[in-house]
Each structure stands twice: as C-alpha cells, then as structure tokens.
C-alpha cells in the first residue's frame, strides 16, 4: 500500500507492508519520522494514449480511405469520457448534501457505469456470491469477468480496508482489477495471487472536481473501451511499478552503475574515487537517506 511523508517540504509518495500502517516509519527520501497513514495519491504519471501506438493494426488493402489510428480513437474516447462526466457532477454534490445512503449511492454509479464507462447493462453483474465471497459489482467484457467493485455510500471515506471483500472475490475469481468507490472517489487496486492476497493501489480519481487530462486518461482505463484493449492496464501498471522510486533507487546502487558514475566523476574532475565515498554521496547527498 502506498504512504505519504508528513514533511511538507518532502510529501514523497512509496510504498509500504500493511501492516506498518499506524506506526512510525522514516520516510525513503528524507529520513522524515512519521506515522504511516494510507495515501489515496495517485502514482507517477503515465501518458495511456501512447500505449496506442504499440497496437498493431494491420492494414486493409481494399481499404483506399484514411485510417484512423488507434492513438485517435483513443483520444476520441477519453475526451468524450471528459466532458460525459460534466453532466453528473451536479447528481454527486446533490447526494452529498443530502448525505444519500448506499441504495441511492448505486443509482449514480449505475449511471456513471452506464453513461460515462459505456458499460451495458448486460455488462454489470450485481451482488455476486462465490464460496463464501461477495461482490457488490462485477464488470464483464465480452463475457469475461474483468472487474470487480466494492460499493460504499457517497458520504463514506474510503479506506484501504474496505477493498479486502473485492479483491478476496477477484483472486478467488481469476480477477486482478478491484475498483472501491462511493461514487465520488474512485480508487483503483490490482489484485496479487501469491502466497496471501495483496492488493496495491493504481490511482485514486476524485471526480467532484471534473477530470483533468491525466485523470481522464485513468478513467478511460477502467472503461469498457479501455478495459476490452487487451494488456493495456496490466502493460501500464507494470511500467508504472518499475519506475517507482525504490526500483529506481536499487537501480542506481547497483556496483555498474556506480561505477560509471564514479568513472564519469573521475574523467570529469580528475579526482581518483572509489565505489564507496560515490555510494555514500549518493545516499547522504543526493538522496539523503538517513
């Protein structure tokens, strides 16, 4: 699960063990002691609409008209999530105000499933059991079963905790993709089917606000256009996971790469460096790790 250094200077965002949560950590960057709280900021930002260029669409050869290519559809497809989202702000502050219970909370997210994620009706399965497991929403393309939701009331905060039920039912169902959300923030989960079951938070999407480009481009992959792409979420997660600031961190320390870093300091200065005094630069200088 993701934290947030209490620094104001800092706010650095990594990730942690569960159960670290409500004790005191040092923070990865500054050294900063603080509580360990859940965070619901989003990872580092990744541009959804140049995964389009990767697709291999095949050309028709009786087809003399111009294309249009995947990156434009895609765009096409976000931009009109942008502005369908618009119409459903003023039913969310509505429900907020009237602190709206859970019965009413799902009449907006059926909309917002329907209207602004194109999901059909056909698509969404409600109050899912399976051996002993609940779900209060499963999403399906083409017959398969890709999501599954965790429903709360508009007015509840959301807590890491509160995934537990989706994603016990994703991993027993071959599902990686848990969405909770009370309407208003939707925070997304992939689902790890190891030893144990572990969940780690993709973004966080607070829509009261409207969607910014970026969010736009989060909320597109959850939706049924984003969703029928195959390998596009499971592609973005795993290069957001593999720039995350401890694989960057072990990168750097490894003994090649200080060495051609102390190697590049040696040819600029003409100073003569060892492995060790370049390591503890880094550490202490660069990235000050206590």
């Not at 890709?146 to 039920?165: P, Y």
């Not at 848990?178 to 993709?202: C, F, G, H, P």
Request: include cysteine; aromatic fraction near 8%.
């Amino acid at each position: 699960m993701w934290t947030k250094c209490s620094n104001g200077e800092c706010g650095f965002q990594f990730k942690v063990n569960e159960n670290k949560f409500g004790q005191f950590i040092n923070c990865k960057k500054c050294g900063n002691e603080f509580r360990a709280t859940f965070s619901t900021d989003p990872p580092p930002t990744v541009n959804v609409i140049d995964e389009a260029e990767r697709e291999k669409v095949p050309p028709d050869p009786k087809d003399t008209r111009k294309r249009t290519s995947p990156k434009e559809i895609m765009a096409r497809q976000i931009d009109e999530i942008k502005q369908n989202i618009k119409e459903h702000i003023p039913m969310l502050d509505a429900s907020l105000a009237n602190k709206d219970n859970e019965s009413d909370t799902r009449l907006i997210l059926d909309r917002i499933l329907q209207d602004v994620l194109n999901y059909r009706i056909e698509d969404i399965k409600t109050e899912q059991k399976i051996q002993g497991r609940k779900a209060d929403y499963v999403l399906s393309v083409n017959g398969d079963d890709v999501m599954v939701i965790e429903a709360k009331r508009v007015t509840m905060g959301l807590s890491d905790k509160q995934i537990f039920q989706a994603s016990s039912y994703g991993a027993y169902s071959g599902i990686r993709w848990a969405l909770l959300t009370n309407a208003a923030v939707w925070q997304l989960y992939r689902i790890s089917m190891s030893e144990k079951i572990e969940t780690d938070l993709v973004f966080s999407i607070d829509l009261r606000d409207g969607l910014d480009e970026q969010e736009a481009q989060y909320f597109y992959l959850i939706s049924k256009d984003g969703m029928s792409r195959k390998g596009l979420l499971e592609n973005l997660w795993q290069r957001m996971s593999a720039l995350c600031y401890e694989n960057i961190l072990t990168a750097i320390f490894t003994d090649g790469v200080i060495s051609k870093i102390r190697a590049t300091l040696t040819k600029d200065t003409g100073c003569r460096l060892t492995n060790d005094e370049v390591r503890d630069a880094l550490e202490k200088r660069v990235f000050q790790i206590a």
